[in-house]
């Protein structure tokens, strides 16, 4: 029933900019706190970032920070993962996830269903 939908992703070099956009419903989006997550191949889904639902807290993996953004548009219920000087480690299947809660624990409750970043050197 909840949707998630993830759109952005692509093939860039390394040390591009890219944005990811995951766009839900106005009951989820007021109701959770947001995340995205990463898999590459051959390795277990990770963390990246989170925010909190009112966004005024966000989290973010080491391998990540000082580079990624993560923001939340209310009116558009739409999270975003701005994603600057890309590595080719960054090469994945990028998911969104919604948490039920004012806060981000990790408590993932529904995904979306990923987009690709191909990051090339």
């Known amino acids: 029933q909840v949707q998630l939908v993830e759109s952005g992703g692509g093939l860039v070099q390394a040390g591009a900019s890219l944005r990811l956009s995951c766009a839900t419903s106005v009951d989820t989006f007021s109701a959770s706190a947001m995340g995205w997550f990463r898999q590459a191949p051959g390795k277990e889904r990770e963390f990246v970032a989170a925010?909190?639902?009112?966004?005024?807290?966000?989290y973010y993996a080491d391998s990540v920070k000082g580079r990624f953004t993560i923001f939340r548009d209310s009116a558009r219920n739409t999270v975003y993962l701005r994603m600057n000087n890309l590595k080719p480690e960054d090469t994945a299947i990028y998911y969104c996830?919604?948490?039920?809660?004012?806060?981000?624990?990790?408590?993932?409750?529904?995904w979306g269903q990923g987009t690709q970043v191909t990051v090339s050197s």
């Open positions: 925010i909190s639902r009112s966004a005024d807290s966000t």
């Open positions: 996830a919604n948490e039920y809660g004012a806060s981000w624990t990790g408590k993932v409750d529904s």
